[in-house]
């Protein structure tokens, strides 16, 4: 991996970490908070490697609808929805419910 792309994956990590529980938040909405608004793909690539970070909260980064796109990168069928539905996320068809209820901006809480 280029260094500059693992300093962005880094700084994805970071903004992760902060997360609240029971919020989710977008890969565009980090991408856009690092002041990379076009690089929303690159977060998501970020989430996929994010494994080796126990700390690092992927199961609530969603897209920008609400859907579950990462999931097939955690273990077992459903634990990115498990993991969500265990912090009071609401989960139909691989999509978070009242997303705007949920949805946590770090442009706007940080």
């Known amino acids: 991996m280029k260094p500059e792309n693992q300093n962005f994956f880094e700084r994805v990590y970071e903004v992760a970490r ?8 977008s890969y565009g909405a980090i991408a856009n908070y690092l002041g990379a608004a076009r690089s929303a793909r690159m977060v998501g690539w970020a989430m996929n490697s994010s494994g080796k970070h126990e700390d ?6 969603v897209n920008k609808k609400g859907l579950l ?8 069928t459903n634990l990115m929805q498990q993991l969500l539905e265990s912090e009071g ?22």
Request: aromatic share 10%; charged share 25%.
């Open 18 to 25: 902060l997360i609240p529980y029971g919020r989710v938040t």
């Open 56 to 61: 690092v909260h992927a199961h609530r980064v």
């Open 69 to 76: 796109t990462g999931k097939h990168h955690f273990q077992g």
């Open 89 to 110: 996320v609401e989960v139909i068809d691989n999509q978070i419910q009242n997303l705007e209820k949920h949805f946590w901006d770090p442009a706007k809480e940080l």
